[in-house]
């Protein structure tokens, strides 16, 4: 109870901080916001061009393939590196004066998932342009989304909380998410991997499993419901994982950073 | 009657002072399995419990290291006690080196507004007081500017301006009359009397005795984190005199 009326307390407190970092992010630079939409317009391109180049294919889709799978996975990355900074970077405020400290990864998450949602945008527009029409399934989304954002949520806990007393940390995480970039199935197609027999791979990480499903919503299929389980309930249990972690061990914090 | 309005118990703060810092994951697993995670303890607080009444303004005295500072942030909420519980009645505003919680990138303006959130106040109160912040600050044009082109002067006054907007239950001032020029410190310490004198409980930190005799009518004095003397101003800095010899 006392939890509740502390967020209502700090609601304001989480909105400037969701609206510094979305304004900071892109302060002094010429194009600005527009940069949500073009850096993952220009990735999505080069990667065409490679990949498909590299495979010797034709499918014209390919593209929007690359982009589901792409934005969710940079979603992710980036908030997840940028919680497990969170704690330290703000020191100098949980020093001097009391204020709920997981609003600092949870911020950095909810203001990367806004970027996020606006940058949905290039991928409406390729859509479209490709030829890939929204059917009744593309409703679906909403689930591998809110899936997503627990999951990045929770994540993010447990990494904020590691980091305060193992910096390593953050230099470990962006090996393990280089990892889980070419176990995403981005910018190649499962059968491959399949059919050399390490499906199991793409089975186990749970982040392939929600861009499975988000692909299924824009290209019109129905939910693959192992995936749903299992991202889900991974979702659940980190999330759950995290915020024991973090209450657990917050007092400490002040001593570390 | 007056009432408590703040009630520290038995508090406690321990420290771990590493003898080797230890803050990477190989070197804490070896040291781990060789049953070498040797911590110094260091108690910053012992034992402290005092309890302060409404309208009382309570200096805390000692020499660097005694715990003053540590004593704050316990108080604050900042800092969670190693042991005994710290009780507060209302609404409580820390002036612990103010500007800490400015994000540099930030102008001014937008500053107001973060500062003012972590400080825990609504939207809609920031924007009625905010001019008030902006005047008192004395900032003028410079508001719109970002923080990082600051002077240290600066960025006191804004912060100074903005956490005493409001009128708190309890005030704790660590060294804070020292901002700005002598201009700007006789500005913000008739700002603090003026609140004194509607009743405001203050906890103070200075190492002017002679500043803390002017605000405070009540003290405590810190050796090496214990109590060793509370009671009216006079008695105790009586008492810390006699320790400066």
Redesign the interface.
């Known amino acids: 109870m006392r939890q509740v009326k502390n967020l209502m307390?700090?609601r304001?407190?989480l909105?400037?901080?969701v609206k510094?970092d979305i304004?900071?992010k892109y302060?002094r630079s010429y194009l600005g916001i527009v940069w949500t939409l073009l850096e993952p317009l220009l990735t999505m391109i080069v990667l065409t061009v490679v990949f498909s180049g590299l495979y010797g294919k034709a499918d014209h889709t390919f593209p929007v393939y690359i982009l589901t799978g792409r934005l969710l996975y940079t979603f992710f990355a980036n908030s997840t590196k940028a919680a497990t900074k969170s704690i330290r970077s703000n020191a100098?405020?949980?020093?001097?004066?009391?204020?709920p400290k997981y609003i600092y990864p949870i911020a950095t998450t909810l203001s990367n998932y806004v970027i996020f949602l606006i940058s949905l945008v290039v991928l409406v527009i390729v859509s479209l342009v490709l030829g890939v029409y929204p059917t009744l399934y593309i409703v679906e989304a909403v689930v591998p989304l809110m899936i997503v954002l627990v999951m990045t949520v929770g994540v993010g806990l447990c990494l904020s909380t590691m980091a305060v007393?193992?910096?390593?940390?953050e230099y470990?995480w962006g090996v393990i998410l280089t990892l889980v970039m070419y176990c995403s199935a981005i910018f190649y197609e499962p059968d491959r991997v399949l059919r050399q027999g390490y499906g199991w791979i793409l089975d186990l990480n749970p982040l392939y499993a929600v861009i499975v499903n988000f692909r299924n919503a824009v290209f019109g299929h129905p939910l693959e419901l192992f995936s749903l389980y299992y991202s889900a309930g991974f979702a659940l249990a980190t999330l759950l994982l995290g915020v024991f972690l973090f209450y657990r061990k917050q007092?400490k914090f002040?001593?570390?950073i | 009657m007056s009432k408590t309005v703040l009630k520290v118990d038995q508090v406690g703060m321990k420290f771990n002072l590493n003898s080797e810092k230890v803050d990477d994951l190989k070197d804490y697993i070896i040291k781990f399995l060789k049953h070498q995670l040797m911590y110094k303890e260091f108690w910053a607080l012992k034992d402290v419990s005092f309890e302060v009444q409404q309208g009382e303004r309570v200096g805390i005295l000692g020499l660097n290291g005694a715990g003053k500072s540590t004593l704050l942030k316990v108080v604050a909420g900042v800092l969670k006690p190693t042991e005994g519980s710290v009780e507060i009645k209302g609404s409580i505003v820390p002036l612990l080196e103010l500007g800490a919680g400015f994000d540099k990138q930030y102008t001014g303006r937008e500053n107001i507004f973060l500062y003012g959130a972590m400080l825990g106040h609504s939207k809609e109160f920031i924007r009625e007081k905010y001019e008030e912040i902006i005047e008192f600050s004395e900032l003028g044009d410079f508001i719109d500017v970002p923080v990082k082109n600051y002077s240290s002067g600066m960025k006191s006054r804004l912060g100074f301006s903005i956490a005493t907007v409001v009128e708190p239950d309890i005030l704790i001032l660590d060294e804070v009359l020292s901002v700005g020029d002598a201009k700007f410190r006789k500005k913000s310490e008739k700002k603090i009397m003026s609140m004194i004198e509607k009743n405001v409980t203050v906890l103070f930190v200075s190492h002017s005795l002679e500043q803390v005799r002017r605000v405070c009518n009540k003290a405590i004095l810190l050796e090496k984190g214990h109590i060793i003397a509370q009671g009216e101003i006079e008695e105790v800095a009586a008492v810390y005199e006699s320790k400066l010899l």
């Open positions: 307390k700090y304001f407190l909105l400037e901080l510094k304004k900071l302060r100098a405020m949980i020093k001097k004066v009391y204020v007393f193992f910096r390593d940390m470990l007092d002040i001593l570390n």
